[in-house]
Every structure is written in C-alpha cells, then in structure tokens.
C-alpha cells in the first residue's frame, strides 16, 4: 500500500486553510450576466454537511477555456472560471458565475469538486444548465439511466440556480472518475 495523497488525509480544516477574499465569487454581482448558483451538501441521512467545501471549474459564457492567471486574487473583472465556496453552519455554498457556454456539442456545465469530512479523497460531478437543448444528445448523461441524470441537472428557484450535493444513499449525486483517479 502506497502513502496517503495529500487529498486522501485531508480533514476538515478547510475554514482555516484554504477560503480567501472573493474565493466564490467569479464575476461581481451587478455584474449584467451574474447568476448565482448554490446548494447544500448533505451526507447520507440528508443531514446539512457543515464543513465542505465546493470547488467550480467551468468554461467562459463562449465555451472557450480561461486562461488567466489570478485565481487566488479577484481584480473584479479577469473572468478565471475557477471559484471555490466553504459551506455553512447550514451546508449551504453559493457561487456568483456566469453560465457556462459549450466547449463542442456537448451540453455546457459546471465542474464541481467536493472535499468534506468522511471522504478518502475528493469527489467530481457536474451541473448542467436545466434549459439547455443540447442535454437530451449529452455523452455524459445520456449514458446514465435516466432516473440517475436528474441529479446532475440544476434546478432554477427564486435564488438562481439551486444543487444540492448528495454524498451517498438514495438520492445519492452522481460522481465522477476520471483517468488515473482512484475509484472510491
């Protein structure tokens, strides 16, 4: 057996570590295409996840991918299309974004990454845009069984764009593995 990887012996010390200024904010509010997208991270028995934290990956609104550097320090108005949201004492998270725009025919998407305690490593997943026309035709989820592609789909509310993250049982989220990824 190999050593742990720093992201299997993480712990939960995300609020000392890691949030900084601006880290969930990707575009100002006022700005004109701003859309908020936040959730709540629950565990297995639906209960609030008070010490995860959520990081957004995603393309520019024209599917091209950022290239700016600068992630770590906001000059409010370099888009990076990279975030990061500690949640709550309620597990909710919240991002003020822009939509996604497509990189190809595939639908467009957020990348998200889940760090909370209990986890061997990090977990990947995905949030498609509910109105997008190109869902049906999606790779991704047209290879899931429908009943499983819900949880993948972000669902408008008075807020913008609600997610919630569900870490393992029934309404468990759909996770990701990519190449070279450990299984979990």
């Known amino acids: 057996m190999s050593a742990p990887t720093p992201g299997q012996t993480v712990g939960p010390f995300f609020g000392y570590a890691l949030p900084y200024q601006g880290d969930n904010t990707l575009v100002p509010a006022g700005h004109p295409d701003a859309i908020r997208l936040h959730g709540l991270v629950l565990d297995g028995h639906g209960e609030p996840v008070p010490d995860a934290l959520v990081e ?45 725009g497509s990189a190809g025919s595939a639908a467009p998407f957020f990348a998200i990454t889940v760090f909370a305690r209990g986890l061997l490593d990090r977990l990947f997943t995905r949030v498609y845009l509910p109105d997008d026309e190109r869902l049906a035709a999606d790779p991704l989820l047209s290879s899931l069984p429908p009943e499983r592609r819900a949880s993948l789909i972000g669902q408008p509310d008075a807020n913008g764009l609600r997610f919630d993250v569900v870490l393992q049982g029934e309404n468990e989220t759909v996770f990701l593995r990519y190449p070279g990824h450990p299984a979990r």
């Open 56 to 100: 957004l990956w995603q393309t520019a609104p024209d599917g091209s991918v950022p290239q700016a550097a600068g992630s770590l320090h906001r000059d409010g108005w370099t888009f990076t299309g990279w975030g990061r949201a500690a949640t709550d004492a309620t597990g909710h998270y919240s991002f003020t974004t822009v939509r996604p």
